[in-house]
């Protein structure tokens, strides 16, 4: 689908957006469209169709046609790249140490931006959520829709909302899974980061203190998490079985986050000790963490092969969040404050690599923060985990408070990141919702399953939905 690469200039230069549809398994019960979008930013909604045919239930791909799309900016959908060899040098460790250190990030993102300007084109300064919402009122009409059906996840959530604010008599229905807040301003961004990061650190340590499973029992599990940070700080941490893969303090910290995504935790529990030890490990490490190392393997291959240009989504977060640092001392006084709120996590690795990543972002961003204004459209369905590690259940409250009388808000009382799937409970509601528009009672809460270390007969990924938080580089 051709659209403007720039909103305001529709005579302009233009782009083409990657579709894929997935027509509905039973034509005479079909309801029209349901536009997807499984977040990031820089999950490709073509392959989500493709490749997830299991995801949604029978009943909603019974009915209707499930079409999803790479965002502008995105994977096949002109997406941004910058020089694999500058995307290389990026500094290692966000865990800034003196005002030299931040002057040294201002200059990388510095130079970065203009050298994925100059690689990307016209469409490096429009790839704000405002126009990605524009493409989805396009992509609405041309799938003959004449009120929008639509599912996002996580990131895909602001599209939503944001959708809500700009189009709302154009709304069917929204079902917006594990919501982004984009009313927060840096300080509050890093804090309620933490919290949630710290929130998922905590059930896994109850998890660990109570179920037999987890290689860690029987311990101070604090402690030891305490100690293997203090040795990463020193430098003196490596990858199990990779002895030339150092691992910083951040680098270890992304790993209990990493699996509350699931929650992995008894995968958790056996990769710390692996790195304690050292050692090779005897047997293969947890396919979650694996997996992590070999795309970081195949991305480097396909940066060679294709002109050395890496693709760098983070530009979309640039453009929809002004998270501006004055200088090292405001930079140290934030990270202290989440170290208070995270005292085992110390920082949440998302919040902390979006902030980064846009540090220096001059301050005219085309889609800056703001309290959602919406008003007329039919209601909104939010559901969220009680402990996601990524978007906290804070963040779903706030948007829901927002948004009023037109959202209603779903809480999984588990873990993980992302609820359709969680239990027949959240499934059921949101397919009630997609399919017939009927709400939640007010105020539902759907029960955990308990975390038994194996995917529940819902559960259906083999890893996380959204793609997991990174620096460039």
Not at 93 to 110: A, G, H, I, K, V
Not at 112 to 127: I, S
Not at 157 to 166: D, K, V
Not at 311 to 331: G, K, S, T, W
Request: one cysteine or more; aromatic letters at 8%; charged letters at 25%.
């Amino acid at each position: 689908m051709t659209v403007p690469a720039d909103w305001a200039k529709p005579g302009g230069p233009t782009i083409d957006l990657a579709v894929a549809r997935r027509k509905a398994a039973d034509p005479t019960a079909g309801m029209g469209s349901l536009i997807i979008n499984p977040g990031g930013p820089g999950e490709s909604g073509v392959d989500f169709t493709l490749r997830r045919r299991d995801y949604f239930s029978e009943e909603i791909t019974r009915r209707f046609d499930i079409v999803g799309f790479d965002p502008r900016g995105v994977a096949r959908s002109n997406p941004v790249v910058c020089s694999a060899e500058l995307m290389r040098q990026a500094p290692a460790d966000p865990f800034l140490r003196s005002q030299t250190d931040f002057d040294r990030w201002l200059d990388y993102n510095d130079r970065l931006r203009a050298d994925c300007r100059a690689r990307t084109g016209p469409l490096f300064d429009h790839v704000d959520t405002l126009s990605v919402v524009k493409d989805v009122d396009a992509l609405r009409a041309a799938v003959g829709d004449r009120r929008l059906t639509y599912y996002g996840l996580s990131y895909g959530t602001l599209i939503g909302q944001l959708y809500a604010e700009r189009f709302p008599r154009r709304v069917r229905a929204l079902a917006l899974d594990s919501n982004v807040d984009h009313s927060l301003r840096t300080t509050a961004f890093l804090d309620t980061g933490a919290a949630a990061a710290q929130d998922s650190f905590e059930e896994f340590a109850a998890w660990c203190e109570r179920d037999s499973s987890c290689a860690l029992q029987g311990g101070d599990l604090r402690a030891f998490w305490a100690k293997l940070l203090a040795r990463a700080e020193r430098g003196e941490l490596h990858y199990p079985g990779e002895p030339t893969l150092i691992l910083t303090q951040f680098d270890l910290i992304r790993l209990p986050f990493q699996a509350s995504y699931g929650p992995y935790w008894r995968e958790l529990a056996e990769m710390m000790v692996a790195i304690s030890s050292g050692a090779t490990p005897s047997k293969a490490l947890p396919e979650i963490f694996t997996r992590r190392l070999t795309q970081r393997q195949e991305e480097r291959h396909r940066a060679t092969q294709a002109e050395d240009l890496i693709a760098n989504p983070m530009r979309i977060v640039c453009q929809d969040f002004h998270l501006p640092i004055r200088d090292y001392r405001e930079f140290a006084a934030l990270l202290r404050r989440s170290q208070r709120i995270a005292p085992d996590m110390r920082v949440s690795p998302l919040t902390l690599s979006f902030t980064m990543a846009c540090l220096g972002e001059p301050a005219a961003i085309p889609n800056p923060q703001h309290r959602l204004q919406v008003d007329g459209t039919p209601a909104l369905l939010l559901g969220n985990a009680r402990h996601d590690p990524a978007t906290g259940h804070a963040w779903a409250v706030n948007a829901a408070d927002q948004i009023g009388g037109e959202a209603r808000l779903l809480t999984y009382e588990g873990w993980g990141h992302s609820v359709y799937n969680r239990s027949e409970c959240t499934r059921g509601a949101i397919d009630r919702y997609l399919i017939e528009r009927t709400l939640p009672a007010p105020g539902m809460h759907c029960p955990a399953v308990p975390y038994t270390g194996t995917p529940t007969s819902a559960q259906t990924w083999p890893t996380p939905i959204a793609p997991l938080p990174d620096l460039p580089g």
